[in-house]
């Protein structure tokens, strides 16, 4: 099986086709992640997206230093097929300094990403074996060296198997995702400085909200006052044309009270909406109040009622709840 295997050529194009093809056509579900834990910064790395491992493998180190202090190298290895199709290796290093108390002094977490390459291509057709010893442990592909024989009788039929399985679906040969690189207290450090930010926005948002709340207040004791300065003057101090009917001052305190709430209560249900959006609706209202105010055939008898301006409160609410609502639209 070996001379043929040696005599054949390695077909790397084909390989990368079908590579594209079982990308395309796979029902197998992609890996969704490939992080790493950087202890020294404290910090996940994404080294991949979503993917399929092909295969994973591991070499490990331990070097003992004269003063008593050891050295261990962790290697993980992944060989994964991208979304687009892309055969490539991502290597993940960690390396650990302790100390003779048995305290660990320093972390070193790197990575590196690169494509597959012909022999990474033709690795595959070489048994992978388990070695151990007191000093170096992991797995071993037999032709690295140049020792063993090889499993297939071309070269790539190994991976190409492989991405075959793939193309159809079928996961028996396949390793899965590479886990084991999740660190249980970073990740509780995580979820507290999330959720601790989630916190801070709320609170954020809750005293810009009172801070509105507060000016929409004052801006609508003015707005009263101006009212009642006109009815003043429209009942007392103007002796021609009608007057403003009883209870006005009580009618124009509920519509902008009305107002208020109102708008208050988009914030809280659908968002902000524009200061603008109310006041051009209000405008519209407003004008369509004094429209039918002057049409009014009882106004010279009995005054004006302000319960028609009600329209200014409400059109005004309606294009603010509708500006709101277009904020939430995705894309706007």
């Not at 048994?127 to 009788?153: E, I």
């Not at 991405?163 to 999740?182: A, V, Y």
Request: aromatic residues 8%; glycine residues 8%.
């Amino acid at each position: 099986m070996g001379s043929s295997y040696e005599r054949s050529r390695l077909d790397q194009p084909a390989v990368e086709h079908l590579a594209q093809l079982a990308a395309r056509a796979t029902s197998v579900t992609p890996a969704p992640v490939l992080n790493y834990v950087n202890r020294g910064e404290k910090r996940y790395v994404r080294v991949l997206g979503p993917h399929w491992v092909l295969d994973r493998r591991m070499e490990n180190s331990e070097l003992k230093a004269p003063n008593g202090y050891k050295e261990e190298t962790h290697v993980d290895e992944v060989y994964a097929v991208l979304q687009d199709g892309s055969l490539v290796v991502a290597s993940i290093t960690e390396e650990i300094v302790i100390a003779p108390s048995r305290n660990i002094t320093a972390y070193h977490d790197s990575h590196t990403l690169r494509p597959m390459t012909d022999a990474d291509i033709q690795a595959f057709d070489f048994a992978k074996v388990r070695y151990d010893s007191s000093r170096v442990w992991g797995d071993l592909v037999r032709n690295r060296n140049g020792v063993g024989s090889p499993q297939c009788s071309t070269k790539g039929q190994g991976v190409t198997g492989l991405l075959e399985d793939l193309l159809r679906g079928r996961t028996k040969n396949l390793p899965g995702p590479l886990g084991g690189l999740q660190d249980p207290a970073l990740e509780s450090l995580h979820r507290a400085e999330k959720s601790a930010a989630a916190s801070a926005t709320r609170r954020r948002n809750r005293k810009s909200l009172l801070e509105t709340v507060n000016e929409r207040v004052k801006f609508a004791a003015l707005a009263w006052l101006f009212i009642a300065g006109v009815i003043v003057l429209a009942n007392y101090l103007v002796s021609r044309g009608p007057g403003f009917v009883d209870g006005s001052y009580w009618v124009a305190a509920a519509i902008i009270v009305a107002s208020v709430a109102g708008v208050t209560a988009v914030d809280f249900v659908i968002g902000r909406g524009k200061d603008t959006a109310f006041v051009f609706g209000a405008a519209v209202g407003l004008a369509l109040a004094i429209y039918l105010t002057i049409n009014d055939a009882g106004v010279e008898d009995v005054g004006v009622s302000l319960i028609p301006f009600s329209l200014a409160a409400v059109s005004g609410l309606v294009l603010y709840g509708v500006a709101a609502l277009s904020d939430r639209v995705p894309g706007r």
